[in-house]
């Protein structure tokens, strides 16, 4: 998501990532990995929890998930993966967000 950032902000798209670490833990990470989006730290699952997405503590925690949230704040896409491999691609989540935005 770095690397097409700016095609993300060109449809209009702001990126929020969750994470589930502490937050000294996920600001470390956060800095040394330089992103320009946003991060969140979310180590009780509390955002988590209130969009569904699933731990499996089998398979190494949190589920990847991906929502598309209008500015209204209602869900336009959401994706629950099956495993930690299962990532909508970023030419995937901006074709998305090209059909949501010729729909609007």
Known sequence: MRRDY????ERGAE????GPDERDS???HWRRGAYPFIGLPDPDNAVADQYG?????IQMGRMPALFIIDRQG?????HYGESM???VSNRG???ILDAL????
């Open 6 to 9: 700016q095609e993300f902000v």
């Open 15 to 18: 990126i929020i990532v969750i």
């Open 26 to 28: 996920f600001a470390y």
């Open 53 to 57: 997405q699933q731990v499996k503590l």
């Open 74 to 78: 209602a869900v336009r896409f959401a």
């Open 85 to 87: 491999q299962d990532i």
């Open 93 to 95: 989540v901006l074709g």
């Open 101 to 104: 935005n010729q729909s609007d």
